[in-house]
T-cell receptor, first 112, second 114 residues
Framework: EPEVTQTPSHQVTQMGQEVILRCVPISNHLYFYWYRQILGQKVEFLVSFYNNEISEKSEIFDDQFSVERPDGSNFTLKIRSTKLEDSAMYFC??????????FGPGTRLLVL | QKEVEQDPGPLSVPEGAIVSLNCTYSNSAFQYFMWYRQYSRKGPELLMYTYSSGNKEDGRFTAQVDKSSKYISLFIRDSQPSDSATYLCAMRRGLTGGGNKLTFGTGTQLKVEL
């Protein structure tokens, strides 16, 4: 069964450093998303991406964040200058249409 | 008032019990309702997907949506220890007017004991 994959599974970085989180969505899906979950809190929407552009973003998704689909398979989230409060689990999701979203296993980001 | 409210639990039941999990919401624009299961430190796994009011059954799982009360439920019959997880409700607005982001509840932690 096709699934969303994410790398790395864990990432530790120093405050102020840039990180890139990578995702490979399900191959025939057209809509891509990033969510995050701070430990003990609910899953929060960050951004959705369709047809090579951002279709919606949350207040969390400020100028330090960016997304890109550099090729036909990868979907990346870049955090330019990480802060302590960026420590969270980051989930990528994809959907064939604007309906059911399938989530990857997540990348646990720890900012020191 | 939070957009989506969900009792965090924990909820502990004996094996074989019927489990009822619930969410309430305040945004009447929500049209699509989902239940996800999340094991510890894993990604959410889609269990059920429903549109508007009504019931949907899939094996041991039944999802109910009551839009008039802004209330959704997930029932698990013949619960098993492997059902022990956190159950997240999620919802989104209709396709018209844009917006396909999911809004999640906080999740209910369920433990099914032998």
């Amino acid at each position: 069964e096709p699934e969303v994959t994410q790398t790395p599974s864990h990432q530790v970085t120093q405050m102020g450093q840039e990180v890139i989180l990578r995702c490979v969505p399900i191959s025939n899906h057209l809509y891509f998303y990033w969510y995050r979950q701070i430990l003990g809190q609910k899953v929060e929407f960050l951004v959705s991406f369709y047809n090579n552009e951002i279709s919606e973003k949350s207040e969390i998704f400020d100028d330090q964040f960016s997304v890109e689909r550099p090729d036909g398979s990868n979907f990346t989230l870049k955090i330019r200058s990480t802060k302590l409060e960026d420590s969270a689990m980051y989930f990528c999701a994809s959907s064939a249409k604007e309906e059911t979203q399938y989530f990857g296993p997540g990348t646990r980001l720890l900012v020191l | 008032q939070k957009e989506v409210e969900q009792d965090p639990g924990p909820l502990s039941v004996p094996e074989g019990a019927i489990v009822s999990l619930n969410c309430t919401y305040s945004n009447s624009a929500f049209q699509y309702f989902m239940w996800y299961r999340q094991y510890s430190r894993k990604g959410p796994e889609l269990l059920m997907y429903t549109y508007s009011s009504g019931n949907k059954e899939d094996g041991r799982f039944t999802a109910q949506v009551d839009k008039s009360s802004k209330y959704i439920s997930l029932f698990i019959r013949d619960s098993q220890p492997s059902d022990s997880a956190t159950y997240l409700c999620a919802m989104r607005r209709g396709l018209t007017g844009g917006g396909n982001k999911l809004t999640f509840g906080t999740g209910t932690q369920l433990k099914v004991e032998l």
